[in-house]
């Protein structure tokens, strides 16, 4: 289903607007020095992202009624998003985007695609643990990874395996 030019309107008005807010967002937090990621790796084109694409709703569309509609009518007439599950712990909505192509593992629309899809993996550095698909050539490494290394290689009461657990498992690797 390609967007027409309303829907393709509506998508550039839209990604403008959130990617301000996700940018003077993201701004906050590292003047306030929030921890975040680095982003590593090239994308693999798995097509892992747009499978079950997943949007983490605040509060106040979750429990107000009408913005919920509003919010995922726009998803699915708007984006072109499924919905088919939520999860009321963590108020997720997980969708199935009608613009990917199984058998491709493409997007139809990709020129205008929501700002959520342009901006993916960025905004999982900013989760206290970025999980990223197996299948992803995306990884995140600490910000102060080198020093970290140093101080792990210079542990002598760690194995050489012991060394490079942690250092994986603390995504140090570069």
Known sequence: MRDGRLR????????????????????????????????????????????????????LTWYVPSLRRLFLWWQSKVNGFELIESDRRTRTFVFRCTHFDWQTRRCDSYETRPFMCRDYPREILYESWPDFFPQCGFRALAG??????????????????????????????E
Do not use: F
């Not at 998508?11 to 680095?38: D, F, S």
């Not at 970290?148 to 140090?172: F, G, N, P, T, Y």
């Open 144 to 173: 102060n990874a080198a020093e970290r290394r140093a101080l792990i290689e210079k542990r002598s009461d760690l194995s050489v395996d012991q060394k490079a657990e942690l250092i994986r498992r603390l995504l140090l690797e």
């Open 8 to 59: 393709a309107a509506l998508k550039r008005v839209a990604r403008v607007m959130v990617g301000a807010a996700v940018h003077t967002r993201r701004r906050i937090w590292r003047w306030r020095g929030k921890r975040i990621y680095q982003l590593r790796g090239n994308c693999l084109r798995s097509g892992m992202c747009c499978e079950s694409p997943a949007i983490q709703s605040d509060r």
